[in-house]
């Protein structure tokens, strides 16, 4: 993103961020209205029917397979302090397919062990993040007198208006959590409650920590140099270029970075498991899909299923040369967006329609602000808050799909594939493909 956006790389992750807290109210609406499980895919159900709930689901898992694989590739990339080989772009790419393999049995194994591994990691990693900042800003900012005479860019020229637009679209791979917050409401205790302070907290915490890490990263170390010479673990450039930082530093912030980038591999896995697993379900895929071990309890097709996605993606982006010289993050960056940003306009207008087609239900949550119009003597209500959030994040997805050519092309493969499978199914089992017809739970 800094290879796009330069020095204005805060401001970009700031716009994204305008974004990404209007879906996170969107979403703390709706998953405490509907707490089941399948996320943006049950929203589309509620709203539209059978047929863009499947859409909607299609892209989430797209957007959880590449959100293990975008992940995976810094999770190794970092461990090469401790093991240099791993600089190596054809082993990089074999470490993180032994990871993603990794994940997938402890997913298999347990959700709840999986769960735990990850809350772990989380904590730790929250309390080094912060630590990082704070010693940024004390040791370089503050001292330099950079927190108020930035490094001197021009928006439009460096970066040009195209080159920030593309850094915003990769800004979003950064903010992460929402759809998986939505995917866990059904088992939640108290749902109408828990959900939206914990998707309110989510906000808060992730956009302080990444505008928190962006604005002493720039200042610390120069953009070109972070994303060329430490494109794959820039935390790792960031804490090495401290003044005073040693190997204790050093080995902290690979162990840091590593475990971070874990924690986004595995909820790639079990945010697509779970979403196969709903659209099962819905009888919007077969419910094969669906099955539970008898052992441990767990969706292990589904899992398996899409944990194999993951891989087969970082082998085809490492080995394949697909990203071109800027290497396969930027590739699964670019069709990260098209899956996350489409479910994120699929909710901001799901919650427009619901408020009126569905206006009896209890909503323990309501975005505040809205306006009434009137439309052939029927008052309708609209949402103010989701409104904007469905033309920015609408305009975000709109300009991933004009800035990135592979994930526009890839995308578009993708939702080719699964609309054949689903009117394949759906004929099969005599189910309706178009009409809005929503199939029972089993």
Known sequence: ????????????????????????????????TYPTAGGSATFAQEAFGDTVSFLAGWMLCLDYVVTAAIFAIP?????SYFFPVLQRPEMLGVGAILLLAGLVLLNVIGIKESVSFTLGLSLVDIA???????????????????????????????????????AITLAMVSYLGIEALAQAAEETKIAGRTIPRATILTLGTVVVLYLGISTVAVNIVSPDVLSKTWVNDPIAGV??????AGSLIAVWIALLGSSISIIGANAGIIGSSRT?????????????????????????IAITVFGLGS?????????????????????LGGLYNVGALFSYVNAHASLIVTRNSDKARFRPFRVPLSFNISIDKKRYEIPILPLLG?????????????THDLGRILGAIWVITGMSVFAYYRRKSHLPVMTREQAKLD
């Open 1 to 32: 993103m800094t290879l796009h956006a330069l020095y204005a790389a805060p401001i970009a992750i700031a716009v994204a961020a305008i974004a990404y807290v209007l879906t996170g109210l969107t979403y703390a609406e709706l998953s405490s």
């Open 239 to 244: 804490a090495s270029n401290l003044p005073g």
């Open 128 to 166: 080094s993040e912060v630590a990082l900042i704070v010693l940024g800003l004390v040791l370089v900012v503050i001292p330099r007198g950079l927190l108020f005479n930035w490094p001197s860019f021009s928006l439009g020229t460096t970066p040009t208006w195209s080159e920030f637009v593309q």
């Open 75 to 79: 999770a190794v990339a970092y461990l």
């Open 311 to 331: 891989i087969v993606l970082v082998a085809v982006a490492s080995f394949g040369n697909l990203g071109g010289p800027e290497g396969p993050l930027l590739l």
């Open 276 to 300: 196969l697993y709903a659209l099962s379900r819905y009888k919007l895929l077969p419910g094969r899909l669906g099955t539970i071990h008898k052992k441990f309890r767990t969706p292990y």
């Open 390 to 402: 469905l033309i920015a994040t609408g305009a975000i997805w709109v300009a991933v799909i004009a």
